[in-house]
């Protein structure tokens, strides 16, 4: 069932933890959803600080399969709970031998669904809340964006992660997680998802947990492995919106632009996001470290929000469809520049606004948005 959410307003409350700097810590390190016979061997394993608490602490998993996409499978609520001695917090099946947390929701298996499937650590002050949205359409507007940003409720990203099946085309994953899969062998759905050598290693992109459960480890290090690894695709929203509102455009409301992922360059992980689009309308991202405030340039019905050194996104024009969003994932090693493209480096500021087609041949702006990296 879905339940729309955008009627829930309040504080905007998303930080991104792994940017404070804090002694104890937990995050994701190996995920099991598949293997053969009946699903009950299923697990989700933490590892953190020894003796932490885990109170506020959620474990979320949002559907990503059509036509559901965006609704709230589960959500485990941590509190009561600790890191053990050893470091290793097992959420499992209650088959699984030293699970710390059983997560029967369905009974003793297929708890975790098999499919293209968002996986959320986060720390919450209401966890009641949020467990309330069980079933819950969090992606009402369909810019894969979750409703998790908007809550009245600090909510506090910790670790994202995603999981592609084969027929990931149709998919969906959720504020900006990484996506995992799908596992070519056949194609399949990745019987599980591992950090070689445990975190703060990177997920294995082309190295998957076996589907006829061997090697597993449950509750201790994972396997080594000489995989191309990945960030955990830990994110919230960033950047801070200037120029704006942005005049209004036929759909009568002004374009916004948004940014998600971190602001450190090592993480090279940001998606610009532009909503309130008119439909089916063609539009690329525009750059710079200078902003400024250039009213209908070459008769657009908008205002240039970047001048100076201008770089454009022409190669990768987007189109709004019938959502009126165009969203881009940014390489923050090649940013276009008139020269050529250079790399975005720690301590600076860069500047980015789309600039997008309109009905009756104009065109417009969203407002400008501005990301300090580290």
Known sequence: MHIPLRNLSGLIACTLLASVANAQQVNFNEIYASHTGVDDQEYIELIGTPGMSLDGYMVLIIEGDSPLGGSLDRAWDLTGYSIPSDGYFLMADPLVTGLDYDISVTGPDNNIENGTQTYYLLWTDDTTLIQSLLGADLD?????????????????????????????????????????????GGPYLPAGIFKPDDNPNGWCTDDWLDFFLGGLTPGSMNPSSSCTQAGGGSGGPIGTNYCGPANTNSTGMPAVISAFGTNF????????????????????????????????PGGSQGNLCVTGSVGRYSASVGNSGSTGIISLVLDLSQTPQPAGTVPINPGESWNWQLWHRDKGGNSNFTDGIQITFQ
């Open 265 to 296: 360059v090592a993480d090279n992980f940001v998606t610009l996001t532009s909503s309130q689009l008119p439909m089916n309308q063609f539009g690329y991202y525009l750059v710079s470290q200078t902003q400024g405030f250039i009213p209908f």
């Open 140 to 184: 009402v507007d369909g810019d894969l964006i979750t409703d998790l940003t908007t809550l009245p409720a600090t909510v506090t990203f910790v670790e994202l992660v995603a999981v592609y099946d084969p027929d990931f085309t149709a998919d969906e994953i959720f504020d900006g997680a990484l996506g995992l899969g799908p596992d070519l």
